[in-house]
T-cell receptor, first 115, second 114 residues
Framework: AQKVTQAQTEISVVEKEDVTLDCVYETRDTTYYLFWYKQPPSGELVFLIRRNSFDEQNEISGRYSWNFQKSTSSFNFTITASQVVDSAVYFCALSEAKGYSTLTFGKGTMLLVSP | NAGVTQTPKFQVLKTGQSMTLQCAQDMNHEYMSWYRQDPGMGLRLIHYSVGAGITDQGEVPNGYNVSRSTTEDFPLRLLSAAPSQTSVYFC?????????????FGPGTRLLVL
């Protein structure tokens, strides 16, 4: 069975601080995908990134970066120089790399960035 | 290209009433799914479909029915609503292929059962 753990329920930072959201996963599969989604206060789910289990290169996209470490089963998400607009709930998710596989979500981390 | 659409956006039901949450996508995706989101629980899979005429249960299927008569539509039916079904419901779709493709979500339906 797959499991995704986001141990941080809520994080509060002040604007311009860096913040890291943790994600730890469990799976028996050797090939899988990891995802991060953002849910702003407006409620929609916005796709941020997808990562293959066989590609452990870290990725950077503007102020966002992702650190994938297979050895510790972690896929952490860092926001550099946080902004008020980053305030949202962030979900980490896991799926097998098979066509019919389903997506398992963590419980989410609420990030509050204050000015 | 509207992506994934859901109707209604908000609904209030009385216990025992029935209703159908609509979901449609215009991306010709074979895979569609329904999730519910409850505070502190993340998103949990209710039902999913891998093509017209094919559906399967997810983690929390009790109290919900689905059918898939076309590629575009995947309605979720509550036959007899209960307060425990108060939640936000999201529909999602993606391509089917050899590997997991990204799921795209609709805007959600907020349901309140009194």
């Amino acid at each position: 069975a797959q499991k995704v753990t986001q141990a941080q329920t809520e994080i509060s930072v002040v604007e311009k601080e860096d913040v890291t959201l943790d994600c730890v996963y469990e799976t028996r599969d050797t090939t899988y995908y990891l995802f991060w989604y953002k849910q702003p206060p407006s409620g929609e789910l916005v796709f941020l990134i997808r990562r293959n289990s066989f590609d452990e290169q870290n990725e950077i996209s503007g102020r966002y970066s992702w650190n994938f470490q297979k050895s510790t089963s972690s896929f952490n998400f860092t926001i550099t120089a946080s902004q008020v607009v980053d305030s949202a709930v962030y979900f980490c998710a896991l799926s097998e790399a098979k066509g019919y596989s389903t997506l398992t979500f963590g419980k989410g981390t609420m990030l509050l960035v204050s000015p | 290209n509207a992506g994934v659409t859901q109707t209604p956006k908000f609904q209030v039901l009385k216990t025992g009433q029935s209703m159908t949450l609509q979901c449609a996508q215009d991306m010709n995706h074979e895979y569609m799914s329904w999730y519910r989101q409850d505070p502190g629980m993340g998103l949990r899979l209710i039902h999913y479909s891998v093509g017209a005429g094919i559906t399967d249960q997810g983690e929390v299927p009790n109290g919900y029915n689905v059918s898939r008569s076309t590629t575009e539509d995947f309605p979720l039916r509550l036959l007899s609503a209960a307060p425990s079904q108060t939640s936000v419901y999201f529909c999602a779709s993606r391509d089917l292929g050899g590997l997991q493709e990204t799921q795209y979500f609709g805007p959600g339906t907020r349901l309140l059962v009194l």
